[in-house]
RNA sequence: GGGGACGUAGUUCAGUUGGUUAGAACGCUGCCCUGUCACGGCAGAGGCCGCGGGUUCGAGUCCCGUCGUCCCCGCCA
């Protein structure tokens, strides 16, 4: 292979196949550096020993496929090429074929600068001969095999599951496919095995695992794929400590494959915790948490400020930013985003000399240093907004969430401005963390009812189990999420194994017998033959992968990803089909325009 | 659904208050060059300024629309 050749290889004979990577023409003098994925060899071309081969050489262009085959040299010591695991040696040419010519690309594999990601996606096979995507790649492949090898040893058995399926109105939407043996029916890709891995359990693979993709029609982000891979599990007669263990067992196998060493156990915190403190169910634990500085203030304070005296007063602080300009001020403001009525106080300045006390005990509370930067979200004080004051309603919960997201959304917006200042985003370091305690029920504003905040099969907690009714805001829920670097890597929870309380939370979602029936009857039926108690987690491999490679978008380790409006640009899909196939389907398609 | 950024040579970009012939670097083509490795030197080709309207004596530049890519909010059980 390209590069394997060392110096103990000198007076070999070799045969290297690749692709031409840069060619270097001094005349007489021919060198061509030779790629494939394991590396780069010199393959040098001498006028005066082979003037015909030297003539050949000189119509290699670039991308070219050959065949360079010869003898392995050890380079002269002031030819050597330190930068380059082959650097001490050199193959010099006594045959050469091209296999294959090229055109010219519109980029090439060693360019230093990256053309814009449109072209990058059109022409992917030229992209995927970068060293970059190959090694992101390759750490894929290792990453996968990993998870497999462990969870194999750990008494998992992978299993397929289909991928057409069933559509279910709960959660995201569907891709659908159309059935032509049944016109006018459709088939659902999956959002995610659940039903299956629980049937699974039902059907006695008490350990089940699989690598698996799935699909949502939903808009995309850097991190979020139209078609992505779960690493998906279920086991039976778990406690979630046991879910998790698992867990970190395989991702601690997963990052060595990637090099890391990661310590276990995770940190945990409850969801409430990760609200009051970090403003996001994600949190992001490298940066430090906000401070509820309420306290801090006097009632008149307050009411100068313009803040209701019943929500949070939360600070958040950045380290080691040191002096902002007015302008670096001015600049924050656009990053603040308020969730309801949120306001921010942008320069604590100003508030340290108009409230010293106030702000001298907030400086003591959160411990801020001389040159960190602080500031405030509060709620805006509204009159007429306080009739909920006193119990603990779910209007007042979630107004405090408005400003806790609030403030919780800006710190992240700021810890990655001013990442250079701080310099708590060091690669390789991962600050992992199961969130629990997931509430069960969130408000619907849309649809005017409660939804399951989880999916509708994740157990409540037994405490809980009273409030269903009377208190839909209060249930927490078995469910668990794991999170690093603010980024949510998986999700999970222990299900419900008893079909009369399966019935209770349909009915607190809303739903009438008939519709759970209509919906879900093949899995509530299922129940009723005996199921054992069971719950996992399912995470997404491509997070963890771009976290692993350093990467800052989902892309970059999926060969063939989407575009934000989930076109493949390479294959230029999705397309219209032809009248014939649609009339097979029994489709007629009503175009927006008409 | 909403907000923002970008779109000029094959590529990455520059292009002043609207003004004459739209530039640079890399790449490409040809010639020269025997130790280069991001080789070097000389010469050359290469432009629907995303697309469609409008304002103007005059538009890459201003306005409206549209298409595409990216980022964020909503959404993503």
Known sequence: MCGALRASDAGKQAVLMGWVNRRRDLGNLIFIDIRDRTGLTQVVFNKERN????????????????AAIGAVKLREPNTINKNIGTGEVELIAEELRIL???????????????????????????????????????????????IRDYLSSQGFFEIETPFMTRSTPEGARDYLVPSRVQPGCFYALPQSPQLFKQILMISGFDKYFQIVRCFRDEDFRADRQAEFTQIDLEMSYPQPERVWEVVEGFLTAAFKAGGYQIKTPFLRMSYDEAMRLYGSDKPDMRVPPMTDVREAFTAENLATLGVNPNLPVMTIRIPKVGELSRKERDDIKPLFVSKGRAKLFEDFKRLEKSFPEAAAKIREKTGAQADDLILVVAGDGKPGEHKSAGGVKPEVKQHDHAVYTSAGLLRVALAQKYAAKHGAFVRGDFRFLWVTDFPMFEWDDEGKRWAAAHHPFTSPHDRDMEKLESDPFAVRALAYDVVLNGTELGSGSIRIHRQDIQRKIFHALGLTEEEARARFGFFLEALEYGTPPHGGIALGLDRIVMILAGADSLREVIPFPKTARAVDLMVDAPTPVSEAQLKELGIQVRRPKD
């Open 51 to 66: 003037p015909g081969l030297h003539q050949k050489a000189g119509e290699l262009r670039n991308e070219y496929v050959i």
């Open 100 to 146: 294959n010519e090229a055109k010219q690309p519109q980029f090439l594999p060693g360019d230093t600068v990256l053309p814009n990601e449109e072209l990058r996606l059109k022409y992917r096979y030229i992209d995927l001969r970068r060293d970059a995507m190959q090694y992101n790649i390759e750490l894929r492949h290792k990453v996968a095999i990993a």
